[in-house]
């Protein structure tokens, strides 16, 4: 399977790299961008959905937001995933 297409812009990706945010960065990676669970990303299902702008840069693949850090920012879209998805 190819990787993600988001995979090269990831803010998640990015952010975690630049802020040393997510220890587990390198297994998602593996777990959603690099197999069949692709569809099963949250941030992937949104940005199809809604576009790049709703998903927030500290939303985890699995739709948390990374360990200490807040949704107070988040946009409707991405506090509400469960429902809109």
């Known amino acids: ?14 952010y975690c790299n630049e802020n040393d945010a997510c220890t ?27 576009g790049k702008v709703v998903v927030p840069k500290n939303m985890m693949p699995n739709g948390a937001p990374i ?3 807040s949704t107070d920012d988040w946009s409707h879209e991405a506090k509400n995933h469960r429902k809109v998805l």
């Open 1 to 14: 399977m190819a990787d993600c297409p988001n995979l090269a812009g990831c803010a998640f990706v990015g």
């Open 24 to 50: 587990s960065v390198n297994g998602f990676i593996k777990i959603y961008c690099k197999s069949e669970k692709q569809n099963q990303c949250i941030r992937k299902r949104l940005c199809d959905q809604f």
């Open 67 to 69: 360990p200490g850090t």
